[in-house]
């Protein structure tokens, strides 16, 4: 799922064309399987991701820069 994560995170390839490329027989399956290990589906991954990315877009973690200085 690490290989998944991360071409859902960096890549422009479809969900379908990603499970097929790690062994997925279907899109669903992967979707299920990817859901019950991380708790979202593959499209809110990568939609959560994206704008986590966004966020960084210096190098910078805001977040973490915050709970540096609030701590």
């Known amino acids: 799922m690490r ?3 991360r071409a ?3 890549g422009t390839r479809s969900v379908a064309v990603i499970a097929e490329s790690i062994g997925y027989a279907s ?4 979707s299920n399987a990817f859901k019950r290990m991380t708790g979202q589906s593959p499209r809110d991954f990568r939609n959560v991701a994206r704008v986590v990315n966004a966020d960084d ?4 973690d805001e977040a973490k820069t915050f709970e540096l200085k609030a701590g």
């Open 27 to 30: 899109e669903s399956a992967f």
């Open 57 to 60: 877009v210096d190098g910078v």
């Open 8 to 10: 859902l995170r960096e």
């Open 3 to 5: 290989l998944a994560e």
